[in-house]
Nanobody, 122 residues
Framework: QVQLRESGGGSVQAGGSLTLSCATS????????MGWFRQAAGKEREGIAC??????TVYLDSVEGRFSISRDSASWVYLHMNSLKPEDSAIYYC?????????????????WGQGTQVTVSS
């Protein structure tokens, strides 16, 4: 059984930084892609970062240059967030795929964590 668990969320002032971590268990597909999504209140879930097994990354335009995704094989994936803005406030989800793609459609990701809240105050 595959499980993903996020940690590292919290409250921070605008301009601050946070690092989210995602621990996986039962997921051995180090060749497949992993990503981070977020969902703000009243909005759809959006893909913000994805990392291929090669280490190559893809970002949503609004976070590129501020956020950085990395992975440690298939066991851990991280999201380093800098220069946070109030509009970054959301529940952040770790997700894993069963293939090598990095599209932003949530339905392409097979496994999900329970989410961690990030709140950025102005």
């Amino acid at each position: 059984q595959v499980q993903l668990r996020e940690s590292g969320g919290g409250s921070v002032q605008a301009g601050g930084s946070l690092t989210l971590s995602c621990a996986t268990s039962g997921y051995s597909k180090s060749t497949d892609s992993m990503g981070w999504f977020r969902q703000a209140a009243g909005k759809e879930r959006e893909g913000i970062a994805c990392v291929y097994s090669s280490g190559s990354t893809v970002y949503l335009d609004s976070v590129e240059g501020r956020f950085s995704i990395s992975r440690d094989s298939a066991s851990w994936v991280y999201l380093h967030m800098n220069s946070l803005k109030p509009e970054d406030s959301a529940i952040y989800y770790c997700a894993a795929r069963r293939d090598v793609g990095c599209g932003r459609d949530p339905t392409d990701f097979a496994y999900w964590g329970q989410g961690t809240q990030v709140t950025v105050s102005s």
